[in-house]
């Protein structure tokens, strides 16, 4: 069965260090996709970060970068020299090819960045 | 370029009252989605509808329909409201999910409490 789990309700850090947030997967299909989303206390959710499955490198943009280790499925997010603006909700998130590549969500982890 | 459009932002209801939540995206997109988003659980999957003219069920679709009018519009009913159904609702839409996933655009949320 397709699942994600983020294990971290919530993470500290200082401002201007690097932060990496834990997301595990599971899923049985060979091409699904992973993504990272960020939602601020406004509500809405922003896209960062994506990593197709048969990709060999770890995706990178900009500050955000994407440690993926397939056997271990693991996709965790890497944020660098944070800023008070990260302060957010992050989402790890999956589509997989079985059943019309529905995205399917973590439970998120909750990021305070520290002045 | 309005994106994903969701209405009502807000919405308050009876126990037992019904209402439709209307989704319009203006971007081509083939695929739509309604997610709702409960403190501590992510988003869970309604129902998506990957192309015009389908429609299939997500992790949590008891007490919902929905409705494909057309390509650009995708709407969420709730039949009989009930108190668990207070939550924020998110439509989301992707261009053409065939290769391992795409983005999921998201609509700004209804907030919908059931009294």
């Known amino acids: 069965a397709q699942k994600i789990t983020q294990t971290q309700p919530g993470m500290f850090v200082q401002e201007k260090e690097a932060v990496t947030l834990d997301c595990t997967y599971d899923t049985s299909d060979p091409s699904y996709g992973l993504f990272w989303y960020k939602q601020p206390s406004s509500g809405e959710m922003i896209f960062l970060i994506y990593q197709g499955s048969y990709d060999q490198q770890n995706a990178t943009e900009g500050r955000y970068s994407l440690n993926f280790q397939k056997a271990r499925k693991s996709a965790n997010l890497v944020i660098s020299a944070s800023q008070l603006g990260d302060s957010a909700m992050y989402f790890c998130?999956?589509?997989?090819?079985?059943?019309?590549?529905?995205?399917?969500f973590g439970a998120g982890t909750r990021l305070f960045v520290k002045a | 370029n309005a994106g994903v459009t969701q209405t009502p932002k807000f919405q308050v209801l009876k126990t037992g009252q019904s209402m439709t939540l209307q989704c319009a995206q203006d971007?081509?997109?083939?695929?739509m989605y309604w997610y709702r988003q409960d403190p501590g659980m992510g988003l869970r999957l309604i129902y998506y509808s990957a192309s015009e003219g389908t429609t299939d069920k997500g992790e949590v679709p008891n007490g919902y329909n929905v409705s494909r009018l057309n390509k650009r519009e995708f709407s969420l009913r709730l039949e009989s409201a009930a108190p668990s159904q207070t939550s924020v609702y998110f439509c989301?839409?992707?261009?053409?999910?065939?290769?391992?996933?795409?983005?999921?655009?998201f609509g700004s949320g209804t907030q919908l409490s059931v009294l």
């Open positions: 971007m081509n997109h083939n695929s």
């Open positions: 989301a839409s992707t261009r053409n999910p065939g290769q391992g996933g795409e983005k999921l655009f």
């Open positions: 998130a999956m589509s997989q090819n079985t059943g019309g590549f529905k995205t399917i």
